[in-house]
């Protein structure tokens, strides 16, 4: 009985997970904010933690205040998509995952953390996003490919993401909105079988969530 028990928890987890998630694709990026957080967002950030996906899952508030959270997201992603075209920009929750590798040209060469002309052109347009929506923090985080040993890269990873963060800094951007983070090579996007794809895992992404301001404000505003 208690096997049968066990079983049909599972069973009745799976099946609230799976829906939870299919409402949440089938919703527009506002109404995610709002519903991610009452609708398994503790459980979902519980299984996909330690990357930013999950760190902004398991960081919404949910409810009304997480609807104008939404809102304010959706129009700050709006605007990265269109300052740097080549990013991936992605509304997770009720913030944002960019993604900069080699189609935005925000990219490293092998065995560097130097942003190049273009990099640094491409940092100055989000820069402008970032100042103009103050009430946010940001995570980054810096990637390898699997070339070198595991010890190297895992601080090669953490010089790139430093190396954004430096650069935010120098145009402005307050430290302390900002924490830094490397993954070394343990979170490919894909597989270190070709030059080509070692060079997409050669990146650094950025969260973008709301900081208490943000989250202090639209939870009166909802009221």
Partial sequence: MKKL???????AVILSFTISCTAIQNSNKT????????????????????NIGGALIGAAIGGAAGGLIGN?????????EEAVPGA???????????????????N????????????????DAITEVFIEFPDTNLMIEGHTDDTGSAEYNMTLSKKRAQSVANYFKSKGISS???SVEGFGETAPRFKNDSEANRVK??????GVAANDKMIQNAKAQSK
């Fill in 5 to 11: 028990t066990s079983i049909s928890l599972a069973f």
């Fill in 31 to 50: 109404q995610r904010g709002a519903g991610i957080g009452v609708a398994g967002g503790a459980l979902v950030g519980g299984l996909i933690g330690g």
């Fill in 72 to 80: 304010h997201m959706d129009k700050q992603a709006d605007m990265i």
């Fill in 88 to 106: 991936e920009v992605k509304r997770v929750g009720e913030g944002i995952q960019i993604v900069f590798d080699d189609k935005s040209g925000v």
């Fill in 108 to 123: 490293f060469a092998l065995n560097s953390a130097d942003l190049t002309s273009v990099a640094k052109q491409n940092l």
């Fill in 176 to 178: 302390s909105r900002f």
């Fill in 201 to 206: 895992n050669r990146r650094v992404e950025i």
